[in-house]
């Protein structure tokens, strides 16, 4: 983990009267940002002379916008204080504690730095030890602000619930350009932030630009801040974040706003653009000369330069700050090139946690010692009664929330009513409504609030009331995904993310009963479980929940529906690691390898075939047990692969290339797969019927394959 070359030396509280800002830190801060930025233009303009390992690809400017951002930076000084930024906000980042070596080589792709070569100089983050905390960046326009909402309103659990009064007065920080306003993720961390008034301050840098777009096409009239005035709980301010007392004052009055507890604020400053998007941007086709020569003269840097000389610095010490940094900026530019390369053999790693030992921990989630301490086993107790699916979840999810302080339940419906599948009711009575809680109606806010959180430290449990409705979350669930790899193992968000999916009792349709597991399989970093019965989803359930991955974890809809996947509660501390299958049944001449509720039709279709059928539940797709299947392959020479998936591309197209490199010498005939033939599950029976593998077609099949 790279320290911080400068730390912060004062810290707020909610009480402190007028902020006196550090303008000589200030000026710094803005001058460093102005030089890296002449920097990296220079050096790309005259790509042609200069050495590819020298040359910065996304090369974005803060030209126009420092100032403003350096003045904010010096008020965010709380050691819990989280900061969700974007790629124009180098220079808070400079105020927050980026050595400048760090801010040049991670665009140069060295060694070190944000991501050790594998991601974007300008997606950055930042693991401040002793805050604040910079979360990682998207490359996504919007998708920093529900990630901020999480943290903020960790921030409020950590201090009312787990009783920590350190966090008092701490804030999420979002910041965004005025292209980043139209997007669903500013709305949903905004109906998040001021439904709950939440300590989060949102700042939106307008430059009148997305790209080329211009701002009226992503707000009427182009203002956010006058379309949200009336917005409820909301302190709204405007201003011109070139004019740096102006901008002072205001990110004062937000700043203590927010930490004293009165709610979200949302400051929108005006900056100008004084450069192209990003580098390979030529701004000719949309911005006229005088446009350019207009905001060329709102520089902010001038005008700090009046505020500050000679009110707080004599000119000589403004004069001898710009050749500090000057050098400064010299010298780090040059430690950044000699980095040597990222080292390509290491490129593999951290995709999921490194559970070897001896790596240090990454920022987010349970540490080791609290996973430690939570224990479980992995032998199921004895004579436990027998559960319903729905009912041993809940069970689950209560125990845990017993053990682990840390738990939060929370989705569309799950407090008041205990989910629209019952399976969190009673939790919200008994736990309270901080521990399971209703979330306003946006799954991209279930899900980025869920990433802020477990960044934050918490364990959070997000339901998705069916499969289909994670759509409006996939750019969140994508990120979370890809968070400990892109970060280098600097941050980590474990979360569980619940969701019923597949056909329900004799119904279906295009909107409750999807099942494309494989979906989440195939995306980067997470853990798929989909469990058949309710011992399996009790012990995947909470080893999900004291993973280091993220998970997905569905709940099969006939299995909540019926009394389907009916097992013995295993125990309280059960626990299944993921890639274990199981073996339902023993058999000699074919394999039949399925999960979820297409275990049930698949036990009653092998049960024709006495001995000759081995049965392997799956149990889960990421990762899955590739020993089982292909030793029982191996043994048998036939296998029938059932899933409820679509066939194309699905799981079982997977482990039938898996078989076919690895198992083929021992195989009789051709692995076959029974799945639907690419048709959305449809609402009458008849029609659900013909799609779906049933019983007498999966023994057909079975019988087929005998037969080859
Ligand atoms: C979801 C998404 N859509 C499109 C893009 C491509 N893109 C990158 S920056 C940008 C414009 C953003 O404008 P604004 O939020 O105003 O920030 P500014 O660059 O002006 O500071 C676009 C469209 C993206 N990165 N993410």
């Known amino acids: 983990m790279a320290a911080p070359t400068t730390s912060k030396k004062r810290s707020a509280t909610a009480a402190e009267p007028e902020p006196r800002f550090r303008w000589r830190e200030i000026a710094r801060n ?43 930076g010096d008020l965010i000084t709380h050691r819990h204080d989280g900061v969700s930024a974007y790629y124009r906000d180098r220079p808070l980042l400079l105020s927050l504690g980026l050595s400048v070596e760090d801010a040049l080589a991670s665009p140069l792709g060295r060694s070190g730095g944000f991501s050790d070569g594998r991601d974007i100089g300008v997606v950055c983050n ?80 307008d430059n009148g ?17 006058a379309n949200l005035a009336s917005f409820a709980n909301l302190l709204v301010r405007s201003g011109d974040g070139t004019d740096p007392g102006a901008s002072a004052a205001l990110i004062a009055e937000c700043v203590r706003h927010v930490r004293a507890g009165d709610g979200p604020a ?23 000369d005088a446009e350019l020569e207009a905001d060329a003269r709102r520089d902010p840097m001038p005008k700090l330069k009046r505020h500050v000389v000679p009110a707080f610095l004599s000119a000589a010490d403004w004069t001898a700050l710009e050749q500090d940094v000057e050098r ?40 080791q010692a609290e996973r430690a301490a939570l224990g479980g086993t992995d032998v199921p107790a004895e004579g436990g009664e027998n559960l319903r699916f729905a009912e041993a979840v809940k069970r689950t999810l209560a125990r845990e929330l017993e053990v682990n302080p840390k738990a939060l339940v929370f989705g569309e419906d799950v407090g008041r009513k205990g989910g629209v599948h019952l399976v969190t009711e009673g939790l919200q009575r008994k736990f309270g409504d901080k521990r399971v809680f209703d979330t306003s109606l946006s799954e991209e806010g279930i899900v980025g609030r869920a990433v802020g959180m477990a960044i934050a430290g918490l364990m959070p449990i997000a339901e998705i009331q069916f499969r289909k409705y994670a759509d409006p979350a996939t750019e969140q669930l994508n990120n979370c995904g890809t968070l400990r790899w892109r970060t280098k193992n600097r941050f980590a968000a474990p979360i569980v993310v619940r969701m019923p999916g597949g056909f329900g009792k004799d119904v279906g349709d295009p ?28 012990g995947l359930l909470r080893a999900a929940m004291r993973s280091p991955n993220p998970t997905i974890f569905f709940e099969h809809r006939s299995l909540l529906m019926t009394g389907d996947g009916t097992a013995h509660y295993p125990g309280d501390d059960y626990v299944l690691p993921f890639g274990r ?17 297409m275990v049930h ?108």
């Not at 630009?209 to 801040?225: C, N, Y």
């Not at 593999?348 to 349970?366: I, K, M, P, T």
């Not at 299958?581 to 509720?597: E, F, H, L, N, P």
């Open 209 to 225: 630009l997305g790209i080329s777009v211009r701002g009226d096409l992503q707000t009427p009239g182009s203002d956010i801040a």
């Open 126 to 205: 930042l693991p401040n030890p002793d805050g604040p905390v910079v979360l990682p960046m998207g490359g996504d326009v919007g998708s920093q602000f529900t990630p901020c909402a999480g943290w903020a309103q960790a921030i409020t659990y950590h201090r009312d619930v787990l009783g920590k009064a350190a966090y008092d007065g701490a804030i999420g920080l979002v910041l965004g350009g005025d292209g980043s306003v139209a997007t669903s993720g500013f709305w949903s961390a905004l109906t998040i932030a001021t439904t709950l008034k939440l300590p989060m301050f949102f700042v939106i840098e």
């Open 511 to 538: 909107w409750h009963s999807l099942s494309d597991e494989v979906r989440f399989a195939h995306a980067y970093g997470w853990q798929v479980a989909m469990p058949s019965n309710s011992a399996d989803a009790v």
């Open 601 to 708: 039709r698949c036990v009653a279709a092998a049960r024709r075939f006495g001995d000759r059928v081995e049965l392997i539940d799956l149990r889960t797709m990421a990762p899955w047990d590739k020993a089982c299947v292909l030793e029982s392959v191996r043994k048998t020479g036939r296998c029938l692969i059932v899933h409820e998936d679509n066939i194309t591309a699905g799981f079982g197209a997977e482990i039938s290339a898996t078989l076919a490199q690895d198992a083929f010498w021992q195989l009789d005939a051709p692995i076959e797969r029974l799945a639907p033939k690419d048709i959305p599950a449809a609402y009458h029976e008849d029609l659900l019927a013909a799609i779906m593998p049933n019983v007498d077609g999966i023994a057909a099949r079975i019988e087929a394959v005998l037969a080859a």
């Open 266 to 288: 949302l400051l929108r400053l005006a900056v100008p653009r004084m450069c192209s998007h990003s580098g390979p941007d030529s701004q000719k086709s949309y911005r006229t």
């Open 328 to 367: 400064e900026v010299a010298v780090a530019l040059a430690a950044a090139r000699a980095r040597p390369a990222p080292s390509a053999e290491a490129v593999g790693q951290f995709v999921r946690a490194d559970e070897s030992g001896g790596v240090a921990e990454a920022y987010g989630g349970l540490s």
């Open 30 to 72: 803005a001058l460093i940002s102005r030089a890296l930025d002449d920097v990296e233009e220079a050096t790309n303009k005259n790509r042609a002379n200069v050495p590819r390992d020298h040359l910065i690809l996304y090369q974005f400017s803060a030209r126009g916008h420092e100032v403003a951002q350096a003045i904010l």
């Open 581 to 597: 299958a199981r073996i339902v049944k023993s058999g000699d001449d074919i394999t039949v390898v399925t999960w979820g509720a």
